[in-house]
């Protein structure tokens, strides 16, 4: 009798609170009508500099200024830009203070971290999502910086980008998208870098997974740090969504691992188009007792009848797109081609 009694509550419980996370994950949200795009950056304008994830030592940071500086840009370093918590770069609590204040900043338009690494997740639930709306700016990064520009996007309604962090390599290629996007507000085509001349530095092949044409609004980064998220509430609508993702240094069964958790949690399913951009260095150890990337991308993709391909210039490699995180896009799987079908900043009066 004790024992039915407990599983009739277990199950009652655990069936209450199944009915409560639905709307507890979206009481914070908005949906995609209320959608902010922050201000276009001048020649002139400052970039706080922050580090959410992992450390940066200070010769790096130097060359992430002197890089910024050289767009025209001014710097303004993070408190605690510099910290560092075993992996970390500072407490949780300091990392999340550094980006807040940088929105509460009205003398900085924009913030950049200074690389990835891992941590993000863990200072999600510090920020403040209403500052961050009230004070919309270009927030910027890539890697680990995936779960804090889906957080903003989800939870503040603010376009995000997944581009170049400050110790990037801001060759011709990444810095012409950068600037086109977050400087002049322009539609672009993004297209992989061409085969050989100057403004490339490595030749990136395309590999259709399934032709088509698809839109939708993009949304993505790196597939680990994603597949983390899964079940959080930072994490989008995904109905009618471009699906980008890209991974480096993780072998193919561990992409089919995060791909499978993202297909078991309903994601793919919902999804209209897919582009896995890099697996830069996924190559498996032993090739005769592995699945190519290829096969496990076909097996998971091709069913769900969608427009998708391998090999953007998205990831860990030099030459990077910048893509705005909410934006309408139209993408075409046979040439490899992300449309921006509206601006993803908006101009600021002189």
């Given at each position: 009798m004790t024992y039915d009694r407990r599983q009739f509550i277990?199950?009652?419980?655990m069936a209450a609170l199944a009915t409560q996370l639905p709307q507890i994950a979206k009481a914070d949200s908005f949906p995609p009508s209320q959608i902010i795009k922050p201000p276009q950056l001048k020649v002139g304008d400052t970039v706080?500099?922050?580090?959410?994830?992992?450390?940066?030592?200070?010769?790096?940071?130097?060359?992430?200024?002197?890089?910024?500086?050289?767009?025209?840009?001014?710097?303004?370093?993070?408190?605690?830009?510099?910290?560092?918590?075993?992996?970390?770069?500072?407490?949780?609590?300091?990392r999340a203070a550094d980006v807040n204040a940088m929105f509460a900043d009205s003398?900085?338009?924009?913030?950049?971290?200074?690389?990835?690494?891992?941590?993000?997740?863990?200072?999600?639930?510090?920020?403040?999502?209403?500052?961050?709306?009230?004070?919309?700016?270009?927030?910027?990064?890539?890697?680990?910086?995936?779960s804090l520009l889906l957080a903003i996007y989800v939870k503040s309604g603010v376009v995000t980008f997944h581009g170049p962090v400050g110790t990037s390599t801001w060759n011709e290629f990444t810095t012409n998208y950068a600037k086109r996007i977050l400087f002049n507000g322009e539609n672009v085509v993004m297209q992989n870098p061409p085969s050989?001349?100057?403004?490339?530095?490595?030749?990136?092949c395309t590999q259709t997974i399934t032709p088509g044409k698809a839109k939708g609004k993009l949304v993505g980064g790196n597939l680990?740090?994603?597949?983390?998220?899964?079940?959080?509430?930072?994490?989008?609508?995904?109905?009618?969504?471009?699906?980008?993702?890209?991974?480096?240094?993780?072998?193919?069964?561990?992409?089919?691992?995060?791909?499978?958790?993202?297909?078991?949690?309903?994601?793919?399913?919902?999804?209209?188009?897919?582009?896995?951009?890099?697996?830069?260095?996924?190559?498996?150890?032993?090739?005769?007792?592995?699945?190519t990337l290829m096969q496990v991308l076909r097996e998971h993709i091709q069913p769900l009848g969608i427009p998708a391909w391998y090999g953007s210039a998205i990831g860990h490699i030099k030459d990077k797109f910048t893509l705005p995180i909410g934006v309408q896009v139209q993408i075409d799987a046979l040439s490899g081609t992300i449309e921006m079908l509206e601006s993803a900043t908006i101009s600021r009066s002189h």
């Open positions: 277990t199950t009652f419980g706080g500099l922050v580090n959410p994830a992992g450390v940066t030592s200070a010769e790096d940071i130097e060359d992430a200024k002197k890089t910024l500086e050289s767009l025209g840009l001014k710097i303004k370093l993070g408190n605690h830009l510099l910290d560092r918590y075993g992996y970390l770069a500072g407490k949780d609590s300091d003398s900085v338009q924009a913030i950049i971290a200074g690389r990835g690494g891992w941590g993000c997740n863990r200072i999600l639930p510090l920020l403040d999502y209403k500052l961050i709306r009230n004070n919309p700016k270009i927030m910027m990064g890539y890697s680990d910086i995936t050989s001349g100057e403004t490339t530095t490595t030749p990136i680990s740090v994603l597949a983390a998220m899964v079940g959080s509430a930072y994490l989008p609508d995904w109905k009618q969504t471009i699906l980008f993702v890209e991974e480096v240094e993780e072998e193919v069964y561990r992409v089919d691992r995060m791909l499978t958790q993202l297909k078991l949690a309903g994601i793919l399913n919902q999804i209209a188009g897919f582009i896995f951009g890099q697996c830069t260095d996924c190559d498996p150890k032993d090739r005769e007792k592995s699945l």
